[in-house]
């Protein structure tokens, strides 16, 4: 003989669908109530045209951009201190104009003030005797500098 199939509970599906009903109704109902949002619509904000802002000039390269301070007369600028090693005594310097083993620097800064004769420099860990614009270099020099101050060619 063949099962019987198990019927649903009528009671507990009627009651789900009861809850289910009332939910839907509540929803519909708050929102035909409310009105509508609208999104705000926001006017674009005027731009100043460059015409007619003040002349300011145009912007400062170079040494002219540097502080008086940090300025020397005469002077070919080589570029910032971007690192310096205190337990060799050694900065790193990115060149900005070619420099050799025999040239007067002078390291100008907030607090530092050093002129000296390049004796030793070096490229990858490897001594050179000259190097070009672009150049990465690590010079050796008699006291500390910072990686504020700037470097000229005497």
């Given at each position: 003989?063949?099962?019987?199939?198990?019927?649903?509970?009528?009671?507990?599906?009627?009651?789900?669908?009861?809850?289910?009903?009332?939910?839907?109704?509540?929803?519909?109902?708050?929102?035909?109530?409310?009105?509508?949002?609208?999104?705000?619509?926001?006017?674009?904000?005027?731009?100043?045209?460059?015409a007619a802002a003040p002349s300011a000039g145009t912007p400062k390269?170079?040494?002219?951009?540097?502080?008086?301070?940090?300025?020397?007369?005469?002077?070919?600028?080589?570029?910032?201190?971007?690192?310096?090693?205190?337990?060799?005594?050694?900065?790193?310097?990115?060149?900005?104009?070619?420099?050799?083993?025999?040239?007067?620097?002078?390291?100008?800064?907030?607090?530092?003030?050093?002129?000296?004769?390049?004796?030793?420099?070096?490229?990858?860990?490897?001594?050179?005797?000259?190097?070009?614009?672009?150049?990465?270099?690590?010079?050796?020099?008699?006291?500390?500098?910072?990686?504020?101050?700037?470097?000229?060619?005497?």
């Amino acid at each position: 003989m063949a099962k019987k199939k198990a019927k649903p509970k009528k009671k507990a599906v009627k009651k789900v669908t009861k809850k289910v009903a009332r939910k839907t109704a509540k929803k519909a109902a708050g929102k035909a109530k409310a009105a509508p949002r609208r999104r705000a619509v926001r006017a674009a904000p005027k731009r100043k045209s460059r015409a007619a802002a003040p002349s300011a000039g145009t912007p400062k390269t170079g040494v002219a951009a540097l502080p008086a301070e940090k300025q020397v007369a005469g002077g070919v600028l080589l570029g910032h201190v971007e690192d310096y090693f205190a337990h060799v005594n050694v900065m790193a310097l990115k060149l900005l104009a070619p420099i050799s083993v025999g040239d007067t620097i002078r390291i100008k800064g907030h607090t530092t003030d050093i002129t000296q004769r390049i004796e030793s420099m070096q490229i990858n860990h490897q001594p050179v005797q000259a190097a070009s614009v672009g150049d990465s270099v690590g010079i050796k020099i008699a006291d500390r500098a910072r990686r504020t101050d700037v470097v000229y060619k005497i």
